[in-house]
């Protein structure tokens, strides 16, 4: 089986803003892992993710970003198979004082 990586950049969310990044799927995955990373290392304890894979809301409300993994040892891995056409959408909620660049980095196999 292939890997690749896949990475998607939210851009600047100030402080008490949200961004959100999404990719449609060019043909059948398994997502391995996920991983999310700060570009200026900023804490991620105050920023709410939302996570949608296709139809399925993987996050009821949100959950803390941070927990979705820093690194490769804490990545989340949800070792679900995707579709063609399926929707990846990741939604982020900056409740800390200070403006953060969202890195969602996630691994796929075909």
Do not use: C
Request: hydrophobic share 40%; net charge negative; aromatic share 10%.
């Amino acid at each position: 089986m292939a890997q690749f990586f896949k990475s998607l950049n939210t851009g600047t969310i100030s402080a008490g803003s949200s961004g959100e990044v999404e990719w449609t799927l060019d043909r059948d995955y398994t997502l391995k892992a996920v991983i999310i990373s700060e570009r200026s290392d900023q804490s991620l304890t105050a920023v709410k993710a939302f996570v949608q894979l296709g139809d399925a809301v993987k996050t009821k409300d949100y959950v803390i970003a941070e927990v979705l993994g820093r690194d490769w040892d804490s990545a989340w891995k949800p070792e679900v198979k995707l579709t063609r056409g399926t929707r990846i959408y990741f939604k982020f909620t900056n409740e800390s004082s200070t403006n953060i660049n969202i890195d969602v980095n996630m691994l796929f196999e075909s």
